[in-house]
């Protein structure tokens, strides 16, 4: 148990579909993140939120939309995707500033049909 | 080009024998910290680093953060199949919540 905890597990979703991906963190954390892994690549850094605001978006395509309704809580709204969108979505929160740890969720894996 | 390099990339060896893996960067970082991430899960935090030099241990795992603070080494000690697993080591910026994360150490321990 890390404190930060993420729904669904796994998911499979047609291209067509819209579906959500959900993190809440138990932390008292103030900075909430998104991590894509595909397999045989570093983790990349999709979004950043800091005291609920968006403070970083990686040129990420349009059809993934976060949203942080407060600081405990991190959506990852999906639509149309594609087939190389296929990876695990790993939510992270640290206190916002320098010098902190960042906790992981268990991941969301999703299989784009 | 990859802020924090970890080396070895694979590393597979039997139980019992011992294993050290690196992280190495230009970079100065306020501190770090080293995760094990079994397939299909998040990376669980192994320890944070803090103080240039510091060595902690974890029972058979012994980190250790570079003097100063650009560089840090995970050694195991007779490594067990329960150590399979890909390590990865990320620094944290001194001013804001920004991680830089190595591509990652996967280990594999044969029985």
């Known amino acids: 148990e890390t404190g930060v905890t993420q729904t669904p597990r796994h998911l499979v979703m047609g291209m067509t579909n819209k579906k959500s991906l959900k993190c809440e963190q138990h932390?008292?954390?103030?900075?909430m993140y998104w991590y894509k892994q595909s397999a045989k690549k570093p983790l990349e850094l999709m979004f950043v939120?800091?005291?609920?605001?968006?403070?970083e978006n990686n040129s990420v395509p349009s059809r993934f939309s976060p949203e942080c309704p407060n600081s405990s809580h991190l959506f990852l709204h999906l639509h149309t995707l594609q087939p190389e969108d296929s990876a695990l979505y790993l939510c992270?929160?640290?206190?916002?500033?320098?010098?902190?740890?960042?906790?992981f969720g268990e991941g969301s894996w999703l299989t784009v049909v | 080009t990859q802020l924090l390099e970890q080396s070895p990339q694979f590393l597979s060896i039997q139980e019992g024998e011992n294993l050290t893996v690196y992280c190495n960067s230009s970079?100065?970082?306020?501190?770090l910290q080293w995760y094990r991430q079994e397939p299909g899960e998040g990376p669980v935090l192994l320890v944070t680093?803090?103080?240039?030099?510091e060595v902690k241990k974890l029972k058979r795992l012994t980190f250790q953060f570079g003097d100063a603070r650009k560089d840090s080494s995970l050694h195991i000690t007779a490594a067990q199949p329960g150590d399979t697993g890909l390590y990865l080591c990320?620094?944290?910026?001194?001013?804001?919540?920004?991680?830089?994360f190595g591509s990652g150490t996967k280990l594999n321990v044969k029985p």
């Open positions: 992270a929160s640290s206190q916002a500033g320098g010098g902190n740890t960042i906790y």
């Open positions: 939120y800091n005291f609920k605001e968006q403070t």
């Open positions: 680093v803090v103080t240039g030099g």
């Open positions: 970079s100065v970082f306020s501190s």
């Open positions: 932390l008292g954390h103030n900075a």
């Open positions: 990320a620094g944290a910026a001194y001013n804001f919540n920004k991680f830089y």
